[in-house]
C-alpha cells in the first residue's frame, strides 16, 4: 500500500521534471543587452590613494612627544 501510495505522490513531479528542461546555467537568455549582476561595493575605486598613519595630534600631546624624544636623542635609551 505505501509503494503504491509513494508512486502516486511522485508520479506527477517526476512527469512535470521530464517535461520541462532546466536551461544551462552557462547560456544566457537571447535578447536585450547583460544585465549586471554583483551589486557596487561602497570602497573607493582602487587607484585611490589613501593615506594612513596618524591623525593631527593635540599640541599638549605633541609637546610631550617631542620633550622625550629630545630626551631620547640627548641621553640615549
Known amino acids: 500500500m505505501r509503494p503504491l501510495l509513494l508512486a502516486a505522490l511522485l508520479l506527477p513531479v517526476a512527469v512535470q521534471a521530464l517535461a520541462q528542461p532546466a536551461p544551462s546555467p552557462g547560456v544566457r537568455p537571447r535578447g536585450g543587452p547583460a544585465q549586471e549582476t554583483s551589486a557596487p561595493s561602497p570602497a573607493p575605486p582602487a587607484g585611490t590613494a589613501t593615506t594612513t598613519g596618524s591623525t593631527s595630534q593635540d ?19
Open 59 to 77: 599640541p599638549g600631546v605633541k609637546a610631550m612627544n617631542d620633550a622625550e624624544k629630545a630626551k631620547v636623542e640627548a641621553k640615549g635609551k
